[in-house]
């Protein structure tokens, strides 16, 4: 089994109107509802792939209610956490005329100690027969920045590997309890062996991560990815079949986040069942390249792309 954890969900509620006028009543065509946040699409992703995963965090309020529904829609079962205060929305707002997209995004509620505590029992009885654990995404009000380190602790003590995708003193915190895998938010650029220019700052994170106690690092490379490990150094790429920018991490701003999730959904497998590096790598391109602007997996896409991800490595 595989434990994605999302500490701050969100029910996306996304309105599309034929034309969008601001200061009167617009009516609107349809209405959808849809459980959102990083540790959901990875599971999402999983699910798709045949993986046993469950989705696990923080849920509460009837936008919590409608969080859990959605996702058993989906078939991603659930065991979040119930806290007191509602789950945050994020209001979409399509116009069809004009193809814009407008969100507004609530903030996320205030968690207590109490409920942190609950959270805490919570995911430690959920590691007991887990293969893998993926935490991502933000933290909500009242969680300190070290809450992914105890997360990450807690699995390291049940020999459960931790995937991490995270930034900031989040990042940092947890970094340092040993991740199998961690995944910085930016995924930073620079690889000498991409053609892009090199940035230094990505090399210094990646020696400063395994120094601290991290297994490997996946960074952003040129057209492709790289994965720096205590054993070596492996790129990756998908050659002419990548998007159009010729970034696997490229597009615009919904685009990215697509292919952000479904690159950290593509190690989990990997990470879980001891893959090589280079079939991690592999898959992971190949899913992060194959995501449909809905952050759906196509499978259709993926298994053409599959055999022409190029791998370099180790070095």
């Not at 599309?16 to 959901?40: I, K, P, Q, W």
């Not at 409608?66 to 991603?76: D, F, N, P």
């Not at 070596?232 to 685009?255: I, K, Q, R, T």
Request: charged share 20%; glycine share 14%.
């Amino acid at each position: 089994m595989i434990v994605t954890v999302t500490l701050n969900p969100a029910l996306q509620v996304r309105y599309d109107a034929d034309e969008l006028e601001l200061g009167t009543v617009n009516r609107v065509a349809r209405v959808r509802h849809e459980a959102s946040g990083r540790g959901l699409a990875v599971a999402r992703l999983l699910q798709t792939f045949g993986h046993n995963v469950v989705a696990a965090g923080l849920a509460g309020g009837s936008s919590g209610e409608l969080i859990r529904a959605e996702l058993a829609r989906s078939g991603v079962p659930t065991q979040f956490t119930r806290i007191g205060a509602e789950s945050r929305r994020a209001l979409r707002i399509a116009d069809t005329a004009s193809g814009q997209v407008t969100t507004l995004a609530e903030p996320g509620p205030y968690i207590t100690t109490e409920e942190l505590g609950r959270l805490a029992a919570d995911y430690r009885a959920l590691l007991d027969g887990a293969d893998a654990v993926v935490l991502c995404g933000s933290l909500p009000a009242g969680l300190p920045p070290e809450t992914y380190g105890s997360l990450t602790s807690y699995a390291g003590r049940a020999g459960v590997p931790v995937i991490l995708n995270a930034g900031g003193t989040e990042l940092q915190e947890a970094a340092t309890r040993g991740p199998a895998l961690v995944i910085p938010d930016d995924i930073p650029r620079g690889d000498s062996m991409a053609q892009a220019d090199p940035m230094p700052s990505a090399d210094t994170m990646a020696k400063t991560l395994l120094a601290g106690g991290t297994s490997a690092v996946v960074l952003q490379a040129g057209r492709g990815v790289r994965a720096v490990t205590g054993e070596g150094e492996w790129h990756a790429e998908a050659g002419s079949a990548g998007p159009a920018d010729g970034c696997v991490l490229g597009g615009d701003e919904v685009a990215r986040a697509g292919r952000r999730d479904a690159l950290v959904a593509g190690f989990v497998p990997g990470i879980a069942l001891g893959w090589s590096w280079p079939d991690m790598l592999r898959h992971a391109v190949a899913l992060a390249e194959s995501v449909t602007p809905a952050g759906e997996a196509d499978l259709g896409t993926y298994e053409k792309l599959l055999p022409r991800v190029r791998v370099a490595g180790p070095r």
